[in-house]
């Protein structure tokens, strides 16, 4: 019997909170430079100190005071919830420097010297964060968790903290998870007992993942090379910043292979542990589930997607129905509520069947 589910009405206040800084940073972030662009040039040093002090303020200061007062501090009750509004300074930095007009960066220094104190700051409470965390992977490194978890468990739950971890993973898979190779296995279908065996199903081989990769990779080289080069006459700032967002993305593709490779889909004692690249990932109790579907091509309606996980870059072949909205991390390791997860294994039919036999022995154990 299927139950309705009323709105939340903290999560409307959350999103209510998030569109108003968004307003009001647009804003703030319009008016000032169209007032560097408006207001006549007045030749005088010390006034383009002023007004690039000013705006440098608004940017670094009053924007990420904004979004801790509208966002953070309605989310997030510790006492370090404020550090969550770094990013959003660092940004008013990259802006700043990207947007001023050539005639104004000169007084960018001057404006910078009066917030150094306030930067320095900022500075000392990143680094005693990282080295933190880093100490708290090493850790429990040493007690024999494996690099992953150890991040997630150091870094906790948060919207920031996934996006940290997100990017700690990007590099760990493609630079330091060439160590020491984990030993695969392949799924097994033998009559061993189903509450006593576990099973693993790779999803990287039939499923064209790396011809994929390699294909997406050689567009985006070539985007990448001509979109440089054309936004370069523009601004050079400008071009090195997407020229670095083609890399990234190009880093992320490729480690979302190798993690592909590395963890494959396993269905354990009490659910599916479901690490499905980076694109998709989160663990699934059998309680939770409802069915399990195998075909050729299974894809979601438009009316579906939206509360549905479908793995990207795949076509779909294994769709297992959830009993009620469940949590799983989507891309860059977001949170979002799913009733239908949409994945391509490499044996879809095998899958559906062993997944399909331990719902029944969880089902017969209750």
């Known amino acids: 019997m299927s139950t309705a589910h009323a709105s939340n009405p903290n999560s409307t206040r959350s999103h209510g909170s998030l569109l108003l800084f968004f307003v009001l940073a647009l804003c703030i972030y319009v008016v000032d430079m169209l007032l560097v662009r408006i207001v006549p040039v007045i030749p005088s040093e010390s006034s383009d100190r002023w007004l690039v002090g000013a705006i440098c303020f608004d940017f670094v200061i009053v924007v990420p005071l904004l979004y801790y007062a509208l966002v953070i501090r309605k989310r997030e009750k510790r006492s370090a919830a404020w550090m969550h509004a770094l990013p959003i300074a660092a940004l008013g930095g990259l802006l700043l420097h990207a947007t001023l007009p050539s005639h104004l960066r000169g007084a960018v220094v001057v404006a910078e010297a009066l917030l150094l104190p306030i930067e320095a700051v900022f500075l000392i409470v990143e680094l005693r964060m990282a080295l933190s965390v880093y100490r708290s992977v090493r850790r429990m490194k040493r007690e024999g968790s494996s690099f992953p978890e150890a991040v997630q468990r150091s870094l906790g739950p948060g919207k920031l903290a996934a996006f940290v971890r997100h990017d700690l993973f990007v590099v760990y898979y493609l630079f330091g998870s060439w160590r020491g190779r984990k030993e695969e296995r392949s799924f097994s279908t033998a009559s061993a007992p189903v509450h006593l065996s576990n099973e693993t199903f790779t999803y990287h081989r039939q499923t064209s993942l790396f011809l994929f990769a390699a294909m997406l990779t050689k567009v985006l080289v070539i985007e990448s090379i001509v979109v440089h080069l054309f936004v370069r006459m523009l601004s050079d700032y400008a071009a090195w910043i997407m020229t670095a967002g083609s890399l990234w993305i190009i880093a992320l593709l490729w480690a979302d292979c190798r993690r592909s490779v590395l963890e494959p889909i396993r269905l ?53 129905t959830m009993r009620n909205s469940v949590t799983l991390e989507g891309m860059l390791f977001q949170p979002r509520e799913v009733r239908d997860i949409y994945i391509a294994v490499d044996d879809p039919v095998a899958f559906a069947e062993s997944l399909r036999r331990r719902l029944s022995s969880s089902i017969d154990s209750v």
């Open 268 to 320: 354990t004692q009490d659910g599916v542990d479901l690490k499905y690249g980076l694109r998709l990932n989160g663990p699934i109790l059998y309680s939770e589930i409802a069915n399990v579907q195998s075909g050729m091509d299974l894809q979601p309606s438009k009316e579906e997607r939206r509360r549905s996980a479908v793995a990207p870059m795949v076509t779909p072949n294994v769709r297992i």
